[in-house]
């Protein structure tokens, strides 16, 4: 079907960016600019000769109110800067729109330099007087974007030495980092294809190829893709090293007691809560096990090797056109909760939903929002696949906790902390999944299930040791001050055994996969995937028990940026500082092992 048939019916298959402008001559649009530089010249203008908001509450008051009005009408690039945002993910080959986005982000960074004073004002504000302004009352609605400002400023350096740290960022970190990416990504070997032929492919198609259900495919691809290791691990050794060092550094500059505090702090996460976490799921490491003894006989042999892991099994099937499957969504959300539903047909029929792959458009998919005052927009790229309507399901989880925000909070706390941001997404996804199982036959179910637990695994054990490696890794470090390619390879290979269990080989090479793992340069963000999932895991456990739960789950969708996700769990009643709350997770991925289990059996595959 031609892309303008679609668009006939009565509801929108593309993005109505008319909610924004008419098109991109709009005349309306420069207007905007304008305004959107006015505003924000008024708000410095005003602000930034006084000082008196630095000493009193009520004044600071004032000044937040100002800024939040700011921040929700059109923050530094307003409604024109999210338009040709948004126009260039839909046409990313037009060099026009390109320029007319650079255009506007022009002067965006230049408001965002010139209004930055604001920001650091008050990471400024005494020690003494910080808790008389935390205790006004009329600072209350911004208290939680005050106490982080707070937290931060305990760890800035001098206006100088910033400068001098940002300046020499790239040569010590970023550059260091890009290299290494850089040169695997530049590889390529010849390797056994699905179709019995060999050919010449890519690093990034050889990383897909592991995944094969061709043990043969398999083999190859892994053989490839060590190989490739093995030629980067020296160079992989220097700048680990150097990235490491660097952070150690920083960290002392800082003042930070521990290697993972920074994360914790700028993903406003309490550390005891990332601690009982990783502590939960690392004591029950015997699920991940277990299932890689499953997966093991199912696909026939005594053990999987390293590179075997997420192979395919079975056939998922994949008949899932965009009509029925939104139908399927919907009815997912009605069940759990009117109000999520209504969500999600106001964005159909408003058109803030692009549905199909085009020529030009951004690939992948995602769910945007910018400012408080502006529509939220989903891209996906459906090809009729279980992965679409997944994925369905996941950005509409994202959308429907925006709307939920939008409603309750101000626009200093619309957003969600990235330790909570993919517990809506995966809390949708989850039950669109079960769902679907009801509709499928028991081959199809098995195939379905493994693919599932295989994705839970990887997002909550594998990132949970992962997270541990790193912690090792640091203080390995602190203690020895260089670490040669078989340490950090021996490390590895203890946290990823720790988790795998007796039926995965740890096969030569596989004590190289540190040199491709590019989240352990970003330090400690991998405990974001497993407390997402894990989270939204308790939820639906508790939600399964007693639909009233969805009471408090509503509560934890609109809290937004308004406390952290510990205060705003607590207010619930919820305790994420408690290892049972971590365990009603852990629970449901070992009962979908049991019943995965129990059908593979039942169907004579094991
Ligand atoms: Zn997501």
Known sequence: MARSDKRRGKRHREWNLGLLFENDSDPRIEKEMAEVERKSYGFINKWKPRKDYLRQPKVLMQALDDYEVWKRDCGADGDPGYYFWLRTQQDQNSPDLKARFNKIEELSRKIENDIQFFYLGIARIPLRLRRLFLAYPGLKKYSHFIERIFAESRHLLGEREE?????????????????????????????????????????????????????????????????????????????????????????????????????????????????????????????????????????????????????????????????????????????????????????????????????????????????????????????????DVLTMAHELGHGINNEFIRKRQNALNFGTPTSTAEVASTFFEDFVLEEILRGCDDEQRLAIMVMKLNDDVSTIFRQAACYRFERELHMTFGEKGYLSKDEIGDLFRKHMAAYMGDFVEQSPGSENWWVYWSHIRYFFYVYSYAGGLLISKSLQNSVKKDPAFVAKVKEFLSAGLSDSPGNIFRKLGIDITDRAFWKRGLDEVESLLRETTALARRLGKI
């Not at 083999?219 to 660097?246: M, P, Q, R, T, Y």
């Not at 003042?255 to 993972?260: E, N």
């Not at 029950?284 to 890689?292: C, G, L, Q, T």
């Open 163 to 387: 400068r001098i740290l940002n300046l020499k960022s790239s040569t010590s970190y970023s550059n260091w980092v890009r290299m290494t990416a850089g040169f695997l990504a530049r590889e390529e070997r010849r390797v056994l294809l699905e179709d019995g032929r060999a050919g010449v492919k890519a690093f990034s198609d050889i990383v897909s190829l592991m995944n094969s259900g061709n043990r043969k495919v398999r083999d190859s691809a892994g053989k490839a893709f060590n190989d490739i290791l093995e030629k980067h691990v020296d160079v992989a050794e220097a700048e680990l090293n150097s990235v490491l060092a660097n952070k150690k550094v920083d960290d002392e500059l800082r003042h930070f007691t521990r290697p993972d505090f920074s994360r914790h702090l700028s993903d406003d996460i309490d550390s005891e809560v990332v601690d009982c976490l990783i502590d939960s799921v690392s004591g029950r490491f015997d699920i991940p096990a277990e299932y890689y003894g499953l997966k093991a006989r199912l696909l026939g042999v005594k053990k999987l090797k390293y590179h075997d892991r997420n192979a395919h099994f079975g056939d998922i099937g994949n008949k899932y056109p965009y009509e029925g499957s939104r139908r399927l969504v919907y009815r997912v959300l009605k069940r759990l909760d009117a109000g999520f539903a209504d969500i999600f047909e106001s964005f159909v029929e408003k058109g803030q939903i692009d549905v199909y792959p085009g020529k030009g458009k951004a690939g992948g998919a995602f769910c945007v929002h910018h400012c408080l005052s502006q529509p939220t927009f989903v891209l996906l790229n459906h090809t009729d696949t279980l992965h």
